[in-house]
């Protein structure tokens, strides 16, 4: 089945920049979509159709898509970003939506 | 304020069954696929199955079709997911989950609940 890779941890200074990607084997043209969960908290829709914010309290959040790798920037991190992100897309040769493993972002 | 609130969970030997539901309030149930996702303590997240607006087109991660059945009640705003031949690997807490659309090929979950934990064992 299709894969989506994280890397399982980013760290990042207050008032930073964090750039956390999610590649896919053959990364085939697809929307992504990004999620935070901080602990014991369901997820969190940040993103969604690769650069759609939600709602205008993540306006520090961007997503983008190159068609090979997606990514998530977080600017001016903050104490409060201290999560695991998540991004998912929809598999159209599986019929299945697919998760990456995720990434534990901590600001130092 | 949109609320899903999941309920059915529980502790159940392996080759059991057991049925989850989720109650939806404040959005119009109808207008959107849904979803339950599971995650296991600790792990990240799993796509289990979505289910369209209208219940005809449905979708299954391979690690639980033919074992699983999502359904919906419209009428109700209720969403369930009926799980036989459990086993211990499906141990987890199950989310359920709003697609922002009606159809399957989801375009990002915005609305989740809380989760009921589905313990497997013997």
């Known amino acids: 089945s299709y894969v989506l890779t994280q890397p399982p941890s980013v760290s990042v200074a207050p008032g930073e920049t964090a750039k956390i990607s999610c590649a896919g084997d053959n990364f085939r043209p697809k929307s992504v979509h990004w999620y935070q969960q901080r602990p014991g908290q369901a997820p969190v829709l940040i993103i969604y159709?690769?650069?759609d914010r939600l709602s205008e309290k993540y306006e520090r959040f961007s997503g983008s898509n190159s068609g090979n790798t997606a990514t998530l920037t977080i600017t001016r991190a903050e104490a409060g970003d201290e999560a695991d992100y998540y991004c998912?897309?929809?598999?159209?040769?599986?019929?299945?939506?697919?998760f990456g493993g995720g990434t534990r972002l901590t600001v130092l | 304020e949109m609320y899903l609130v999941e309920s059915g969970g529980g502790s159940v030997q392996p080759g059991r069954s057991l049925r989850l539901s989720c109650a939806a309030s404040?959005?119009?149930?109808?207008?959107?696929?849904m979803h339950w996702v599971r995650q296991v303590p600790g792990k990240g997240l799993e796509w289990v199955s979505g289910?369209?607006?209208?219940?005809?087109?449905?979708g299954y991660a391979a690690s639980v079709k033919g074992r699983f059945t999502i359904s919906r009640d419209n009428a109700n705003n209720v969403l369930h997911l009926e799980m036989n031949s459990l086993r211990r690997e499906d141990t987890a807490l199950y989310y359920c989950?709003?697609?922002?659309?009606?159809?399957?090929?989801?375009?990002?979950?915005?609305?989740w609940g809380q989760g009921t934990t589905v313990t497997v064992s013997s």
């Open positions: 159709y690769d650069s």
């Open positions: 404040g959005f119009k149930f109808e207008d959107f696929a």
């Open positions: 989950a709003r697609d922002t659309r009606e159809r399957l090929n989801s375009y990002g979950m915005d609305v």
């Open positions: 289910i369209s607006w209208n219940g005809e087109d449905i």
């Open positions: 998912h897309v929809w598999d159209s040769i599986s019929d299945q939506e697919i």
